[in-house]
């Protein structure tokens, strides 16, 4: 996971939204975070290898990770349908000024092509990645289990919030305590496939709108990757 870094007009930094690096050089995320003015804020820096936020040594039995890199942004791409009133097509590329070294702490998750796409349905378990609330005075990177809803039944949920649903959004429902809520734009919906004695993650979907932290019970939309694969590569290649 990928953390956006915003820079106030005092110079203060703050971390407002998450992405997911899918290659050495490409971080994907939600439109939303980067063509919105969020708190007069302007994204200035991408954060990669982050554990623990809050502290900047990270270490556990006597072992530390590396330490989290920060990394310049040499452009930024929205999707050119993205609609900031009904939040249609809530996905963004942005390219780093240079190209990542994968270590353990740094690794991308794999985009749903055509070949591996399956169909999300109403009750699959699927996993989301956040950062918990606050221990002390860190968030700790973490993962819930997250239960697809029926594309139907919760577009008539958001059609009371006057949001009309589209088919590249997915709804899922994840565990109260850690729902993708607040300040955790485009975070991960995960699907593992095991093969060949080796597990990948797959991204289905970045979460894009969500009313659950005013609300118990209520399903998060999350843009769905897969049908943005032909874009993502499209922008990828030039």
């Keep these: ?35 919105n003015n969020l708190a007069n804020k302007k994204l200035s820096k991408i954060r990669l290898g982050e554990y623990k936020l809050g502290e900047e040594k990270e270490c556990k039995n006597g072992e530390c990770n590396e330490k989290p890199l920060d990394l310049n942004i040499e452009t930024i791409i929205a999707h050119p349908d993205y609609n900031s009133r009904s939040g249609h097509n809530d996905i963004a590329l942005i390219r780093l000024a240079a190209n990542v070294n994968f270590t353990d702490s740094i690794q991308p998750i794999c985009l749903p092509l055509p070949e591996t796409r399956v169909n999300l349905t109403g009750g699959e378990i699927l996993t989301v990645a956040g950062w918990d609330p606050p221990r002390g005075n860190a968030k700790v990177k973490s993962h819930a289990k997250a239960t697809i809803v029926e594309h139907t039944d919760c577009d008539k949920e ?9 088919t590249s959004q997915i709804c899922a429902l994840g565990e109260v305590s850690k729902d993708s809520c607040g300040g955790d734009s485009a975070n991960p919906l995960m699907r593992k496939v095991s093969k060949d004695h080796s597990d990948n993650w797959y991204l289905e979907g970045m979460s894009s709108l969500g009313y659950r932290c005013s609300s118990e019970n209520f399903p998060v939309v999350y843009t769905r990757v897969a049908d943005y694969v032909d874009w993502i590569q499209q922008i990828i290649k030039e």
């Design 158 to 166: 958001f059609q009371s919030h006057r949001k009309p649903l589209i």
């Design 1 to 35: 996971m990928a953390l956006l870094s915003y820079t106030n007009e005092n110079g203060d930094d703050e971390f407002l939204c998450g992405g997911n690096l899918i290659n050495q050089r490409y971080v994907l995320t939600v439109a939303h975070c980067v063509t």
